[in-house]
């Protein structure tokens, strides 16, 4: 198989597995909650309905609200490009930047939606983000973290370079690993707006963060939201699972057997990453905005013991 082809299929993998994620985890949420729940399709079905609706605007909005969802939905699919989703060994667009330049893409798309709602000429996107800075106030030092104490234990930034470094190192094992996991599994809380610090299916206007921010998007523009919205949290989880805590079970070799089945062992390493995130939501609620600082500055705490650990070679 092509490379160029196992790179399209990477594209498409964190695509169309991207509401499919989405529709188990509902489910799941639903049965922990002893309710039947939606069929694990509902989002593809929400995706359609929402693209064939008519996309209203403010008189007011500006052209950012027009680019806003577009940059917002090609984010995550060209991280996705950057880092190791089905193989081990980079793929030709893989050299294109390293875990800081998918971190800026990230947060370029973040950006966009920012800029949108301030644009969209509504209270509730506004107030939806001046929460989500406060968060990213903490959040982004925490990224860096993370990625100086990879840096350091796989001496690149490269995400495939760090998976083999992962792969093959006693430092899998340490405490300064289970340290940079716990910090990173945080990280995808805050980022994707899951309970603790936010709650994706609240409806109260002023006690939601991060779907305030689309609070008055409709049509197409609300579908691309969404969709790039459940590939951020796909490509995090691939991060988490594929390069820090299990960086295994990928292909070896571009034969489509080998690919295949490392598109199966992914979607289940997800997946079960996954379940065991709404298992954890289950037994919490929502802290509120101001605890929500606690939380995060617990996750830099253990960041930074994390990177003290991996600075003078604990468990190297």
Avoid: C
């Avoid at 509730?124 to 903490?138: C, E, H, M, N, Q």
């Avoid at 340290?179 to 805050?190: H, S």
């Avoid at 939201?225 to 805590?245: A, H, P, Q, R, S």
Wanted: aromatic fraction near 10%.
């Amino acid at each position: 198989m092509n490379q160029y082809v196992v790179q399209v299929l990477q594209v498409l993998f964190v695509l169309f597995f991207a509401p499919l994620l989405k529709g188990i985890l509902e489910r799941y949420r639903a049965r922990l909650a002893r309710r039947y729940g939606p069929p694990i399709w509902q989002p593809y079905r929400d995706l359609w309905k929402w693209w064939h609706k008519e996309t209203v605007r403010s008189h007011q909005t500006s052209w950012v609200s027009e680019w806003a969802p577009i940059l917002y939905f090609v984010a995550p699919p060209i991280v996705a490009m950057l880092i190791p989703v089905l193989t081990t060994f980079p793929l030709p667009f893989a050299w294109m930047g390293d875990m800081l330049g998918g971190g800026m893409i990230l947060a370029a798309g973040g950006l966009a939606l920012l800029l949108a709602s301030l644009d969209s000429g509504s209270v509730y996107p506004v107030l939806g983000v001046s929460r989500i800075r406060l968060i990213a106030t903490f959040t982004e030092p925490l990224v860096l973290l993370l990625i100086f104490i990879a840096a350091t234990i796989a001496r690149a930034t490269i995400p495939f370079v760090v998976n083999q470094a992962l792969a093959h190192s006693p430092w899998i094992l340490s405490p300064a690993h289970i340290l940079v996991v716990a910090g990173w599994f945080m990280l995808l809380i805050a980022e994707t707006g899951r309970i603790p610090v936010d709650n994706p299916s609240s409806s109260q206007e002023l006690s939601m963060i991060d779907p305030a921010r689309t609070f008055e998007s409709s049509g197409q523009d609300l579908a691309l939201y969404e969709w790039g919205g459940w590939m951020k949290f796909l490509v995090l989880n691939i991060i988490m699972m594929n390069v820090l805590l299990t960086p295994w079970g990928l292909a070896t070799s571009l034969a489509p057997m080998a690919v295949l089945l490392a598109m199966l062992l992914v979607a289940l390493k997800i997946i079960a990453a996954g379940l065991i995130l709404i298992t954890i939501e289950a037994g919490f609620a929502k802290l509120r905005l101001i605890r929500n600082v606690d939380f995060l500055a617990a996750a830099i705490v253990l960041a930074f013991v994390g990177a003290i650990s991996a600075a003078i070679g604990i468990g190297i």
